[in-house]
């Protein structure tokens, strides 16, 4: 269901570089061009964006909502901070994710996720300075759809090492 | 003289049972023999992520089996708690709930020197041990960081002198893919489980289990 809206998130602190590289003139042609129609902000803590209007790309931003699954359910792209509880959220709406990393974060285990998505063709990963070639090249149509965990297998297990499938008769 | 000998066969045998309990290999077997009708479960809660991914796997888990629940969580750790009593809403049986929350002090705050650290750490280990002789727990769950070292190093040493039968189970988190969090390195050698929800990381921690990603 194409929506024509992009949702951007940085999740529970903040990521000016991101918010600022989004609003940029450039960025927003780029995603006008593609068809998109409005972009939807949530900056956590940061600094409310100066925005370079556009014509034809209505923006709107928010600090912070308990949930953001309807912003994401709403949305035909999602551009997001690496934070994993984030992408799986957006992986599990099966909308299409790129996913930005902040490289002032130190020691960032973050990356590892991204990585790994971008690597199994989950979803697309760059840096603030990437984004711009990454929005212009990328191809939602081959993403592939990422499968949900399975928190029953940890169940299943559990009950394996305490004996309770062979008294309830699950294998 | 005496005291001499006693205590190298103090030693010995704390060595020796210290080395076999990390060598050994938790098999399916192990309590199957004890025909549990429930398990006496404590859950430890992290921070942020690790408290989302933590409850996750709880909900998935048959209250009526694993119960009583007891969480043991950070002083001051407020968020952790309301999503707690949320989960435990949809995990009642016949309109009751079977759980507690403790709470311990942090190792360290976000901050803290590292030389103040080990002083804070020491207590926190000291605060645990009367929990964990009360507790007695059957299952210890936990996903780091931090709040879970204490309690998986004071089980392991209850473990070694018999006082404690309970099974360790360490969930790394999703977010790691190709390297283990510092606690995972650690439990590697103290917990009876570690999982990981990558392949990968199974291949390079021959100790690790997988089955599946998990959240």
């Not at chain 1, 024509?4 to 995603?31: M, N, P, W, Y």
């Not at chain 1, 994710?97 to 998505?117: G, P």
């Not at chain 2, 998935?60 to 950070?74: D, E, M």
């Not at chain 2, 190709?178 to 390195?185: H, V």
Request: include cysteine.
């Amino acid at each position: 269901m194409a929506t024509g809206q992009v949702l951007v998130t940085v999740g529970t602190t903040k990521f000016d570089l991101f918010i600022s590289t989004v609003c940029s003139a450039e960025v927003s042609r780029i995603l006008k061009r593609r068809g998109y129609k409005k972009l939807l902000l949530q900056i956590g803590n940061g600094n409310i964006p100066e925005v370079e209007c556009i014509e034809g790309m209505d923006v709107e931003y928010f600090r912070f909502k308990d949930s953001i699954i309807q912003d994401i359910q709403d949305s035909s792209l999602v551009l997001s901070h690496a934070g994993a509880g984030s992408c799986l959220e957006v992986l599990g709406a099966k909308k299409p994710l790129v996913v930005v990393v902040n490289e002032m974060l130190m020691n960032n285990h973050q990356i590892e996720l991204a990585k790994q998505l971008f690597t199994k063709e989950h979803a697309y990963y760059c840096t603030c300075s990437e984004l711009k070639e990454t929005l212009v090249h990328m191809n939602v149509n081959s993403l592939k759809p990422f499968p949900s965990g399975k928190p029953e297998n940890f169940a299943n297990f559990l009950n394996e090492i305490f004996g309770f499938n062979d008294t309830f008769g699950i294998s | 003289m005496f005291l001499f000998v006693f205590a190298c066969f103090l030693f010995g045998f704390i060595f020796l049972r210290a080395f076999l309990l990390v060598r050994k290999d938790v098999t399916y077997n192990e309590h199957k023999e004890k025909k549990y009708q429930h398990v006496k479960t404590l859950i430890v809660i992290g921070s942020g992520g690790h408290t989302a991914e933590m409850l996750r796997l709880v909900r998935s888990l048959n209250p009526k089996l694993y119960s009583p629940r007891t969480y043991i969580l950070a002083k001051g750790d407020f968020t952790s708690e309301s999503k707690i009593h949320v989960v435990e809403e949809a995990l009642k049986c016949d309109n009751e709930s079977n759980y507690n929350l403790e709470r311990i002090p942090r190792s360290r705050n976000v901050g803290q020197s590292y030389f103040s650290s080990i002083f804070t750490t020491l207590y926190s280990i000291l605060y645990c041990i009367p929990v964990m002789l009360i507790q007695r727990p059957n299952l210890i769950l936990t996903n780091g960081p931090g709040t879970c070292i204490p309690i998986c190093l004071i089980a392991f040493v209850m473990k070694i002198f018999y006082l404690c039968e309970g099974t360790t189970v360490f969930v790394e988190s999703v977010c790691r893919v190709t390297s283990l969090s510092l606690s995972g390195k650690i439990l590697l050698y103290f917990a009876d489980v570690v999982i990981v929800q990558w392949p990968e990381l199974q291949k390079k921690y021959k100790k690790t289990k997988y089955i599946g990603r998990l959240v």
